[in-house]
């Protein structure tokens, strides 16, 4: 890719851009089969490197964040990407897993909650309800810290019993930041 001036000082940006111009239409490009081929675009308005520089410095660019497409069934353009830090965007993924009748991944029911991922994962497929493995992993976090185990009220449903848990991903990241 050749720098262009209007892309000094923001080389950064200026790959992020040639790079999703490449995976949407560059079908030598390794991640175009997951991308250009299944109909994700580059926005027009972005066709120049100015346009999107413009973008990105008004919409929280910075060094750290990468761009993150809202709703992945969509392609990039202004309305459906944000900036977000590798763990957010890492969340944004089709392959995630979701808690029963939740918008919550288990990474981010696991981290909430304290619950080892692969301890999670392994009770999950030996028939643990969510609510029975947040049970085992507080007996284990209160016996690790030495406090008092109490039961959550077993009549209660999941979302009942963790009213206080964040229902999105953006309430979530507004507690964690």
């Known amino acids: 890719m050749k720098t262009v001036k209007s892309a000094e000082g923001c080389e950064r940006l200026y790959r992020i851009w040639g790079k999703i111009k490449e995976r949407c239409n560059d079908p030598k490009h390794i991640g175009y089969k997951n991308y250009g081929a299944v109909g994700i675009r580059r926005c027009k308005e972005w066709d120049s490197f100015v346009t999107f520089r413009d973008w990105a410095l008004n919409h929280g ?23 977000a830090t590798y763990k957010v965007q890492a969340r944004n993924r089709c392959t995630n897993v979701f808690v029963e009748n939740s918008n919550i991944t288990i990474a981010e029911f696991c981290e909430y909650y304290e619950i080892p991922r692969t301890n999670c994962c392994r009770w999950l497929s030996g028939g643990l309800s ?5 049970e085992k992993q507080r007996r284990i976090n209160c016996r690790k810290r030495g406090v008092k185990y109490t039961c959550l009220n077993q009549e209660l449903t999941l979302v009942e019993n963790l009213k206080f848990l964040p229902t999105t991903m953006s309430s979530l990241n507004a507690v964690n930041s």
């Not at 964040?65 to 202004?78: A, E, F, M």
């Not at 969510?130 to 947040?134: A, Q, R, S």
């Open 130 to 134: 969510v609510l029975e493995i947040v």
């Open 61 to 83: 660019y910075a060094e750290t964040l990468t761009i993150d497409r809202i709703d992945n069934s969509l392609g990039y353009s202004p309305d459906n990407c944000r900036w």
